[in-house]
């Protein structure tokens, strides 16, 4: 079991509200281009401030001039990145659960329910909507919401690069320039946090682990912080996290305890959305896996950006990392 959320996909009721903070994309069966929009702007275009993109799904999409009210449900680190701020932010079960990693940005804006009811998009009063996938507009939805305020559909692949997202939601705002340097920033960030962990600690390896309804799920190297960890950072990775990112798709896989005794890394963080009342770290099994003896351990709560990724999201999980193991 593997679990890749965006936004609504979850396999027990029982943890919805924890598990859908999950960083990640829903497999669509519709590939985002390289280029999946274009500029087209007329004369008259010009003159009103207008421009025309041709979205994902080849709509083409009146874009306002200077829009104030935009609505984007599960971009906001991308928005928020550019200086964009939502009039509405993503949430499960009327705020249960919200990107709480974003808050110092979002703390005085509404939620909305993560499927975007018609009624409740609509009470926003939106200049512009953007959704991030084809699944949030597909069975008619799209005319529906392009009815209310024009509608640009991003596009998704498995999982979405975040620079290319970013760039993308770039291009709608006519910020290409500012995505570019938000990119170019965090790659200087990386770049010297990199050596200042190779500095303090050598070639290290290490693995991200999250703990949510009692069932433990390992990161994918290539995605979410895993892709912070191993790409970003260079960290080792441990024989087990590449065994099953090598037969996964999701940013997150379900991993046995057992299995995770044999998870030879130097460093383990985890993200515990347990809570101190979880019986499973007390367990021996738990307890022998090397780097919780060698008392390597970081932990986490949901609250943090581990589950996420952006530009927002990976410069705190840096931060994190460097907290942790190069003060």
Not at 275 to 304: C, H, M, R
Request: glycine share 6%; aromatic share 8%.
């Amino acid at each position: 079991m593997g679990i890749s959320i965006k936004p609504l996909k979850i396999v027990s009721l029982s943890v919805l509200a924890l598990a859908l903070v999950a960083c990640g994309d829903q497999a669509e069966d519709t590939p985002k281009s390289e280029n999946s929009s274009t500029s087209e702007v007329s004369t008259g275009e010009e003159a009103s401030g207008t421009r025309t993109l041709t979205d994902a799904l080849g709509n083409k999409v009146e874009i306002p001039a200077n829009p104030q009210r935009v609505l984007a449900s599960y971009l906001e680190d991308p928005l928020l990145a550019l200086g964009v701020t939502p009039i509405a932010q993503w949430s499960v079960k009327e705020g249960t659960s919200i990107q709480r990693y974003l808050q110092d940005y979002l703390k005085d804006v509404d939620v909305i329910n993560h499927d975007l009811p018609f009624e409740e998009v609509q009470s926003f009063e939106p200049d512009l909507i953007i959704m991030d996938s084809p699944s949030m507009v597909e069975g008619g939805k799209y005319g529906q919401y392009s009815a209310i305020a024009p509608t640009y559909v991003i596009g998704a692949e498995l999982n979405n690069d975040w620079r290319e997202e970013l760039k993308e939601v770039g291009k709608i705002f006519a910020m290409e320039d500012k995505a570019e340097e938000v990119i170019a920033n965090y790659e200087t960030k990386a770049g010297e946090a990199k050596a200042q962990l190779e500095e303090k600690v050598g070639k290290k390896s290490a693995a991200a682990i999250w703990l949510v309804g009692g069932s433990f799920f390992v990161v994918n190297q290539e995605l979410s912080s895993g892709d912070v960890l191993y790409n970003d950072l260079g960290f080792e990775v441990p024989a087990v996290v590449e065994e099953i990112s090598a037969s996964a798709e999701n940013n997150w896989n379900a991993v046995s305890l057992e299995k995770l005794v044999e998870l030879d890394a130097d460093y383990l963080f985890l993200v515990n959305s347990d809570g101190s009342e979880s019986a499973t770290l007390s367990d021996a099994l738990w307890q022998s896996i090397p780097a919780v003896k060698a008392g390597n351990l970081y932990e986490f709560g949901p609250d943090k950006s581990w589950l996420y990724t952006g530009a927002i999201a990976n410069e705190q999980i840096i931060d994190d990392i460097l907290e942790s193991v190069a003060k």
